[in-house]
């Protein structure tokens, strides 16, 4: 993340760009599954579980900035960096986890499993 960029934007970005990549990857990927003669519904349902590392990564923009900046904090003392950056991948977290309970929501993926 760009330090330079207010706290609060990027907060919610991280949540909400984690939530969108559980919920477009798993309905994109019940898509592929239609079209493949596999069942969407499932797919969809185990997507959402498997997309949930890939969504934090990409909610924090890759993880070279955040362990530079985790580095920097416990280097140098800078605190502020690293409560941001740990304040940032709990934010990516909530929205993965979010898109996670949503698709299990409307798949009932609780009942199957």
Same mark, same amino acid.
Not at 22 to 43: D, E, K, R, V, Y
């Given at each position: 993340?760009?330090?330079?960029e207010?706290?609060?934007?990027?907060?919610?970005?991280?949540?909400?760009i984690?939530?969108?990549?559980?919920?477009?990857?798993?309905?994109?990927?019940g898509?592929?599954?239609?079209?493949?003669?596999?069942?969407p519904?499932?797919?969809v349902?185990?997507?959402?579980?498997?997309?949930? *590392?890939?969504? #934090? $990564?990409a &909610?924090?923009g @890759?993880?070279?900035?955040?362990?530079?900046?985790?580095e920097r904090?416990?280097?140098?003392?800078?605190?502020?960096?690293?409560i941001k950056? *740990?304040?940032? #991948? $709990?934010? &990516?977290?909530s @929205?993965a986890?979010?898109?996670?309970?949503?698709?299990?929501?409307?798949?009932?993926g609780?009942?199957?499993s």
């Amino acid at each position: 993340m760009i330090v330079n960029e207010a706290f609060f934007p990027v907060f919610l970005n991280s949540f909400f760009i984690a939530l969108g990549v559980i919920l477009g990857g798993s309905l994109i990927g019940g898509i592929a599954a239609f079209f493949t003669n596999q069942p969407p519904i499932t797919m969809v349902n185990d997507l959402s579980e498997s997309l949930r *590392i890939w969504a #934090i $990564i990409a &909610a924090i923009g @890759g993880t070279f900035d955040t362990v530079y900046s985790l580095e920097r904090g416990l280097l140098n003392g800078e605190t502020r960096d690293i409560i941001k950056q *740990i304040l940032w #991948i $709990i934010s &990516a977290y909530s @929205g993965a986890h979010t898109g996670s309970v949503i698709i299990s929501w409307i798949t009932q993926g609780h009942i199957s499993s």
